[in-house]
Nanobody, 129 residues
Framework: QVQLVESGGGSVQAGGSLRLSCVVS????????MGWFRQAPGKEREGVAG???????????YAADSVKGRYTIYKVDASNTLYLQMNSLKPEDTAMYYC???????????????????WGQGTQVTVSS
């Protein structure tokens, strides 16, 4: 059974940086499509960045407008780890962050929560002003 384990969350001041990690294990098939999502209290879960395998070790990354230029998603296949580098953090970035993935085709909108079959337990990010 696939397991996704996030780490790297914490508390930072506005303008600071954090790097989230998501280690994938137990895959039967490769998770060709992965993403980072976040959920703040009282709000729906939203996609912040996604990545799709385009062939071999090549990937294409995506980011929500709210984080473009500040967040970078990337995957290191050798360690089967997905990362989210978050810079210039803002108080509104405060949320629980989740890693998600699915195998097979990635022919869907990367930010669609319902398309992902495997989820981590989440890691909390808190940004103070």
């Amino acid at each position: 059974q696939v397991q996704l384990v996030e780490s790297g969350g914490g508390s930072v001041q506005a303008g600071g940086s954090l790097r989230l990690s998501c280690v994938v294990s137990g895959e039967t098939y490769p998770l060709n499509c992965m993403g980072w999502f976040r959920q703040a209290p009282g709000k729906e879960r939203e996609g912040v960045a996604g990545i799709k395998r385009t062939g071999g070790t090549s990937h294409t990354g995506y980011a929500a407008d709210s984080v473009k230029g500040r967040y970078t998603i990337y995957k290191v296949d050798a360690s089967n780890t997905l990362y989210l580098q978050m810079n210039s953090l803002k108080p509104e970035d405060t949320a629980m962050y989740y890693c998600a993935g699915r195998s097979g085709s990635c022919n869907f909108l990367w930010s669609d929560v319902n398309e992902y079959s495997d989820w981590g337990q989440g890691t909390q990010v808190t940004v103070s002003s």
